[in-house]
Every structure is written in structure tokens, then in C-alpha cells.
């Protein structure tokens, strides 16, 4: 079951507030998208995209999309006052160089050490990996965003993933509709609990074994 909007925007609220000043920062489609919106005008952080563009600002209005300005997801997007546009050998330099403060994606499943895939489902046809790869490889942090659970009920966060990998041992958080929690030392330790969901529910969603704090706050 998918998740409601109000939830999505909760995810990336969260999600932005590991974003810090003067940040240069990859938003990956879906939820990733969201946080855009949660990012201070005057904040000076940099978005970037994989086909190229540094100073991406949110969605338009209705009405003022720009049919040659998209984000890597073919989505209309807008730029901020500064903004440059390169071709997409640069925009993969700028990401291969380790330039990125963060970058933020989805997941198909994510392990308790760091491991993300993301990239596809054995048996369906996809139209490739994209930058996904690069980028959970080269980002200086890499925060994972997805659903605690698939359409079945089974947990995404696991001890081993199940799908082919993207990246091992990349992930530096993730955040889900019931949780946050950070990856240290290849260990999963609950940082979080999201409103309403509680603690013993976490641990019984979650396929892989957690740290758990002294005291564990919630995020509203």
C-alpha cells in the first residue's frame, strides 16, 4: 500500500533537516522530491541534478513549466537566482569527484549495514540503473527514503538484501514513514520513531536487528 501525501511530506520534512547550509545536494525521484519544498529560500544549499543543473529550485505553478527545464526525472522543475546548466559528462564529474554534501533516493530494500538497492526488481524491464550507483558511492552522506514495509507487509529494511545491490555499505541513514535511523559501525540504531507509529512497532517491522537509545524522541 502506498503511502498518503501528508506521510510522504512528513518523510521529507525530516529528510531536510539534514541538510545544512551552503549544502550541495541530489534529489532522487519520489519522496527525495518532496524535499525541495522543506529547504530554506535563503539557506544558500545548491540542488543538483544528474542532467544538469546546479541551483534547481521546486515545482512550477500550473502554467509556468518550462518544457526544456527538467529534473533528471523529466519532471518541470525551476532554477534559483544563480543557477548554471552543464551537459550531463559534467554533471556525473561533479558527482564522481565527491562534491556532493548529500544526496537523498529511494530504495528498494536497504540493509542494517549500509547496503541499498534500488535499482530493479529481478524480471522487470527498467529503462536502466541511472545515477544511482554514482551517486550512493560518491555523495558525502546518503540518506535513504522509502516505505518501512512492501505492498505484502515484509520488511525493506533487512539484515541482507534480497535485490541486486546498487551499493554496500553506502547508506548513512534512513527514513520511513515509522522510523529514522542511522547506520554506524554496520549497525541500524533507531534515532526517531515518526508520530503516530511507536517503538514496539518498529522493532516488529523491521528485518533486521536495532540499537536501541536510552530514550528514543518523535518526530511530528
Known sequence: MGLGIETRHQIARRAAKEIKENMVVNLGIGIPTLVADYIPIDSGVMLHTENGILGMGGSPLPGEEDGNLSNAGGYPVSIIAGASYFDS????????KGLLDVTILGALEASSKGDIANWIV????????????????KAKKVIVLMNHCDKEGKPKIVSDCSLPLT????????????????????????????????????ISETGAEIILPETVSVFY
Open 89 to 96: 559528462a559534467q554533471a556525473f564529474g561533479i558527482i564522481r
Open 167 to 202: 551499493v554496500r555499505e553506502g547508506a548513512h541513514m534512513i527514513i520511513t514513514e515509522k522510523a529514522v535511523f542511522e547506520i554506524k559501525n554496520r549497525q541500524l540504531h533507531l534515532l526517531e520513531v515518526m508520530n503516530p507509529h511507536s517503538v514496539e512497532e518498529v
Open 122 to 137: 529481478p524480471g522487470k524491464r527498467v529503462p536502466g540503473m541511472g545515477g544511482a550507483i554514482d551517486l550512493a558511492q
